[in-house]
């Protein structure tokens, strides 16, 4: 149901940015965020809620080969009605680089009505593969999943970013490269049940007849602060209107500056 998934890529908070880099290990400075931090969502279909998601960095820092890796954890559920017609528990988990903010392994497990996918998936950086169950794809360097890239769109610097200006991304999904850009749009302040926040204004550039019905259908809000946590997601689809409002937060790194007292 493509509805559904646009859920899913809501509740992972639509990666942003992913910059090309060089060849080696890349070095990201991160202030953003750290261990324990949860983000949970509320999601709206139309009127009426339909979700919730749920972002959360695990406690530990855990070890993959040499390099120290986060465990994140992204999941997402329907609720009420929802879950009468249409049952959805989704599970997203990504192993990914403390210092480079790449992922090293991909756990991805849905159930949306009666389908249902388990994939894991290795990422191998210095050969720039990506290998699952079912597919070993060339991917290009520092790729992301949708999970880091989340997070690694949080370390990026927009403070010199002037309205109009798009930003590429490449994010691994279902052994496919995904292309996407991302245009800055602007300031706004908004409010939602976690309070009212001045925020930095994205557009995503999307894919047109899938999902949604035109290629700038979908607006996110990120707050203009050290921490840049997505506020809100909302996006016109073939069959309606779908939005995701945070409701709760724990474990930022930084206060929350932009939040309007």
Known sequence: MAETRLL????????????AQGPGMREVENNAFTTNEILEYRIHYG????????????PEIKKFGKRQVYHMVGTGRT??????????????ESYVDRHSIIPWYFVRRISEGGYKKSQKVKFNHFRNVAVSEEATIEVPHDIQDVISAY???RT??????????????????????????????????????????????????????????????????????????????????????????????????????????
């Open 151 to 153: 997070y690694f769109c």
């Open 47 to 58: 009127l009426i809620n339909a979700g919730e998601a749920r972002l959360e960095i695990m």
């Open 156 to 261: 990026m610097n927009f403070d010199t970013a002037d309205i109009g200006d798009i930003f590429p991304m490449h994010t691994y999904l279902d052994d496919e490269v995904i292309n996407l850009s991302l245009k800055y749009i602007g300031k706004e302040t908004v409010k939602v049940k976690a309070g009212k926040f001045r925020c930095l204004k994205f557009r995503p550039v999307l894919l047109v007849g899938r999902v949604f019905k035109e290629e700038d259908d979908m607006t996110i809000w990120v707050t203009d602060d050290a921490n840049k946590v997505v506020i809100r997601a909302e996006a016109e689809v073939l069959v309606g209107s779908i939005k995701m409002d945070l409701k709760k937060y724990s474990g930022l790194a930084n206060p929350l500056h932009a939040k309007v007292k």
């Open 79 to 92: 609720t009420g009605a929802f879950d009468w017609f249409f049952k959805v528990r989704d599970r997203y």
């Open 8 to 19: 899913l890529l809501m509740f992972l908070a639509l990666p942003l940015y992913a910059a």
